[in-house]
């Protein structure tokens, strides 16, 4: 889950869109509700299911699909716990994610959340991926792996590099967080120009 202003995005697996809607025996709704007080925020998740049984002999499909659900809060999470209300445990909350700026030409192709919060990305040139965690997350820390490897500078910090045949890695850490930005096909150089202009998201 991340945080953005009175924003919450919610990752979860779930059922892949049905182009008819509910009319689709294989279709699954989700929505979340959420419950705030000034200390907490409670949330859940909950599934709908369609209008119409499938036929006999054929179940649902229920491929693990990533999606990405987004809820209002009364007021910025600010420093409050979530706490998923079925099962009472605490949520981990990325309550600070980087992003490319609207401007960059780069366009979003998909978002999910667990240990680490990754984001993919395309444009003309190429595709990469922008990963965040905790500050291991992306550490070159393979050189058997990785042909070339060396240090250079992003957004003010040192941070690692790691090449080899289909794959340029870039890490760094910034307020306490690993990022990682990977590639198959961009070069380093392209890798640190993204870096310098990722901004937070809102």
Do not use: K
Request: without cysteine.
């Amino acid at each position: 889950m991340r945080a953005a202003g009175t924003t919450l995005s919610v990752s979860i697996l779930g059922s892949p869109p049905a182009e008819a809607g509910p009319a689709d025996p294989a279709w699954r709704g989700y929505q979340v509700e959420v419950a705030e007080t000034d200390d907490v925020v409670e949330l859940v998740v909950r599934e709908q299911l369609p209008d119409v049984d499938p036929p006999p002999g054929h179940g649902s499909s229920r491929v693990g699909h990533a999606l990405l659900l987004s809820v209002q809060l009364a007021q910025p999470l600010a420093g409050r716990p979530v706490i998923d209300r079925s099962t009472g445990s605490p949520v981990p909350v990325f309550r600070r994610v980087l992003t490319v700026r609207p401007s960059s030409g780069w366009l979003p192709r998909s978002e999910q959340g667990g240990a680490t919060w990754m984001q993919s990305f395309t444009g003309p040139g190429g595709e990469f991926i922008l990963n965040q965690g905790p500050s291991q997350i992306g550490v070159v820390s393979h050189p058997t792996f990785f042909e070339r490897t060396g240090l250079t500078t992003v957004r003010g910090v040192s941070a690692e590099w790691g090449s080899a045949p289909g794959e340029t890695s870039l890490h760094w850490v910034e307020a306490g967080d690993g990022v990682q930005l990977m590639s198959s096909v961009l070069p380093l150089d392209a890798l640190v120009e993204i870096a310098n202009g990722l901004t937070a998201a809102e």
